[in-house]
């Protein structure tokens, strides 16, 4: 690959339209600011990352996870820039300068097509289709089609999200650039391709994008002709997928504290100890000149400390592995080559929150609840649009936005329809719908 070819401000859509503009923002500044201002990025606000949304204590939602993974890619991005063009001085002056922009919007994306209640949504979905009522459907859809919905994957589903033309979208969906919505696909493969991980980075329906993108972009494809479809990775994804992991495993972590599941010394220790000795003893000296005595700051200021770290050691790993991402021979994350001491403190950060807080009650309540509530949902709605013509069906196709395809004359359209709606709600709207449809809560008179 080539960063020549690999970063075009060319957008999904309007590739034959002149694009005419009054101000100096760049493409990719474009990118950034239509998702901000997007309908499907101020849902996030209502979508739970980890941790019920906010009683008392305010934790992380989708919204502020995906704003505090953006800032870090601006800086990630920034950085890769500054050394590439440093080390390969004839890329000054070109769109690589704009690489931060870039997987800023991408971090801003990244989350879009996560269903409501976490990722016991997307295995709800998922188990809807393997295991529950909608196994029926097998021998009525295709096969490609049928890997798709039962491998239900949140990345995907941001994919088709920005470039599928729902009803009343021009062509293009968002119409993003070239470079923004290939760096949001972790996972460049089709559903088929995925195995038994789940992980894949777009739907049938979607693949005829990728595969233009992927073209012009000149990332190479991986799989013999015949095969399921794989592609190499687009190097910027490697940085937002750092970005994704520093945020999520160190937030989290934080968000631990404050709701008391993991104790300030238990905190402190793994945090002091992504640095060396001497390091550990001028942020303790820090903290106590400057006279933060709140346990809730010193975490905080050990955080960011500690993400400053994690994001300088990421673009070091990755201008030290450039050459073997950019001809696709790179194993694993940037996380997983950072120097063995760091990668040792993250790995300890991880099993705790294996252990105290994705197993904590509350976390596992909501996964719970949230199972349930879109398994129903899913039943309900599938029900519907596979007998359309029932007065009940009828009524519930009806709450449907006229964005989707409920109505569309054949049967995998509408399915998809229903995935499409119920992944795009926010907890607070799915748990009303639930309610609703069980009878347990009437309308405000």
């Not at 941790?51 to 704003?67: E, K, Q």
């Amino acid at each position: 690959m080539d960063w020549l070819t690999l970063i075009s401000h060319q957008r999904l859509g309007q590739e034959h339209r002149k694009q005419q503009r009054s101000d100096g923002r760049s493409e990719y500044k474009r990118d950034y600011d239509r998702l901000i201002f997007s309908a499907p990025f101020r849902r996030l606000q209502n979508k739970t990352q980890v941790f019920p949304l906010p009683g008392s204590v305010f934790v992380h939602n989708r919204l502020t996870h995906s704003l505090e993974v953006a800032s870090v890619g601006m800086s990630l991005g920034n950085d890769v820039a500054r050394q590439l063009i440093r080390l390969k001085p004839h890329l000054k002056g070109t769109d690589v300068e704009e690489i931060g922009t870039i997987v800023s919007a991408a971090c801003l994306a990244h989350d879009l097509g996560n269903p409501p209640f976490g990722h016991s949504g997307e295995k709800a979905i998922q188990a809807f289709f393997k295991e529950g009522p909608g196994s029926r459907l097998e021998a009525e859809v295709s096969p490609g089609y049928w890997d798709d919905i039962t491998h239900f994957e949140g990345n995907a589903n941001a994919f088709r999200l920005l470039t599928h033309r729902f009803k009343g979208r021009r062509e293009g969906g968002f119409v993003m650039t070239y470079s923004t919505l290939a760096g949001i696909v972790k996972y460049p493969c089709s559903s088929t391709a995925a195995g038994k991980k789940a992980k894949f980075g777009f739907f049938v329906s979607e693949q005829a994008a990728y595969e233009r993108l992927a073209g012009k972009l000149g990332i190479p494809r991986l799989s013999a002709s015949g095969e399921p479809l794989r592609y190499a990775r687009h190097p910027l994804v490697y940085l937002v997928e750092a970005a994704d992991d520093i945020c999520y495993e160190i937030m989290d972590l934080e968000d631990a504290h404050k709701l008391h599941l993991v104790s300030y010394e238990k905190v402190e220790r793994l945090l002091l100890d992504f640095f060396e000795e001497e390091t550990q003893c001028n942020l303790r000296r820090r903290i106590k000149e400057e006279g933060i005595d709140d346990p809730n700051e010193r975490v905080a200021y050990l955080r960011a400390s500690v993400i400053g770290l994690l994001e300088s050691e990421c673009v070091r790993t990755f201008i030290e592995h450039e050459e073997e991402i950019l001809q696709a021979s790179f194993q694993g994350s940037l996380i997983d080559n950072i120097l063995p001491r760091i990668r040792s403190a993250y790995e300890a950060c991880a099993v705790l929150s294996r252990s105290q807080i994705y197993a904590s009650k509350p976390v596992i309540d909501v996964e719970l609840s949230g199972y349930r509530i879109i398994n129903t949902l899913m039943e309900q709605m599938v029900d519907a649009v596979m007998f359309p013509d029932r007065y009940y069906s009828k009524q519930l196709i009806g709450r449907v936005s006229t964005q989707y395809e409920i109505d569309a004359p054949d049967l995998e359209t509408r399915i998809l329809a229903v995935v499409d709606y119920i992944s795009g709600m926010t907890d607070l709207y799915a748990l009303d719908i639930y309610q609703k449809i069980n009878g347990s809560a009437l309308p405000a008179i």
